[in-house]
Nanobody, 124 residues
Framework: VQLVESGGGLVQAGGSLRLSCAAS????????MGWFRQAPGKEREFVAG????????YYADSVKGRFTISRDNAKNTVYLQMNSLKPEDTAVYYC??????????????????WGQGTQVTVSA
């Protein structure tokens, strides 16, 4: 599976961004999808995950209520809507395809395919 993220950029605190991740190469609906992020000097952090159908979603406590993950299997795309952004959300955001259709939690070792990342910068 090849994954390409887009939608990152510079935004003021309180603003919104929508990240997209386009998948190709294999049947998209066979995979759970996740979003992770990594800030400079910090470890990779789980942000959100969604199972193959979109019926189950998972969020890190730090983004719950502000971020929404969704997917469109007809378009082979997963999205991350980010609202009420904070400076601490600044990071490179990566999408990842899981090992199967159901696991969409925070263990990055359960994800086999990764995009190249997109930078999100939130200014105070």
């Amino acid at each position: 599976v090849q994954l390409v993220e887009s939608g990152g950029g510079l935004v003021q605190a309180g603003g919104s961004l929508r990240l997209s991740c386009a998948a190709s190469g294999r049947t998209f609906s066979n995979y759970a999808m996740g979003w992770f992020r990594q800030a400079p000097g910090k470890e990779r952090e789980f942000v959100a995950g969604i199972n193959w159908s979109g019926g189950s979603t998972y969020y890190a406590d730090s983004v719950k209520g502000r971020f929404t993950i969704s997917r469109d299997n007809a378009k082979n795309t997963v999205y991350l809507q980010m609202n009420s952004l904070k400076p601490e959300d600044t990071a490179v955001y990566y999408c990842a395809a899981g090992r199967g259709p159901n696991y969409a939690g925070g263990n990055f070792r359960q994800y086999d395919y990764w995009g190249q990342g997109t930078q999100v910068t939130v200014s105070a």
